[in-house]
């Protein structure tokens, strides 16, 4: 059997308009209120921001891929060596001002290193969208002090 790539794919329904989702996902202070902590600018193709999370004292490298209005937002970050594409899909959830967030994270080998990337950024996707929807939804950041534990 071949050693076949690795990749991550998360989604939730999420009951706000595309055009409100996808705002919360380009703009920093937006997305500051639910993921990261700072940015040097918002979402645009072809833009290299550095992000800031709140929990941890580094900074992480994004090169903004295609951006399609309401629908896709893609882009590039580091990882070690390696740079991962992550795409987020929008499209229409089962009832009207509703979208369905798809997230979809590009590859690894099939093997130690891979499956530890898989296990890792699958809950960290998983994490994100229970926080974009919290976020959206009712306000609340639920990213607040939840990764205290995990620093000194």
């Given at each position: 059997m071949e050693n076949q790539k690795l990749e991550i794919?998360?989604?939730?329904?999420?009951?706000?308009?595309?055009?409100e989702v996808f705002e919360a996902i380009v703009d920093?202070?937006?997305?500051s209120n639910y993921f990261i902590s700072e940015?040097?600018?918002?979402?645009?193709?072809?833009?290299?921001?550095?992000?800031?999370?709140?929990?941890?004292?580094?900074?992480?490298?994004?090169?903004?891929?295609k951006i399609?209005?309401?629908?896709?937002?893609?882009?590039?970050?580091?990882?070690?060596?390696?740079?991962m594409l992550v795409e987020i899909a929008l499209r229409p959830g089962k009832s009207e001002d509703t979208?369905?967030?798809?997230?979809?994270?590009?590859?690894?080998?099939?093997?130690e290193a891979g499956i530890k990337w898989l296990q890792g950024n699958t809950e960290g996707w998983a994490n994100f969208l229970a926080c974009l929807k919290a976020y959206l939804e009712y306000g609340i950041n639920l990213r607040k002090g939840a990764f205290d534990h995990l620093t000194p």
């Open positions: 794919k998360a989604g939730i329904q999420i009951l706000k308009p595309a055009k920093p202070e937006k997305m940015s040097n600018g918002r979402m645009e193709e072809g833009k290299q921001l550095t992000w800031k999370f709140p929990e941890f004292d580094e900074e992480s490298p994004v090169r903004v891929g399609e209005k309401n629908q896709y937002i893609s882009f590039y970050w580091g990882m070690e060596d390696q740079e979208t369905v967030v798809t997230i979809t994270e590009k590859e690894m080998e099939n093997n």
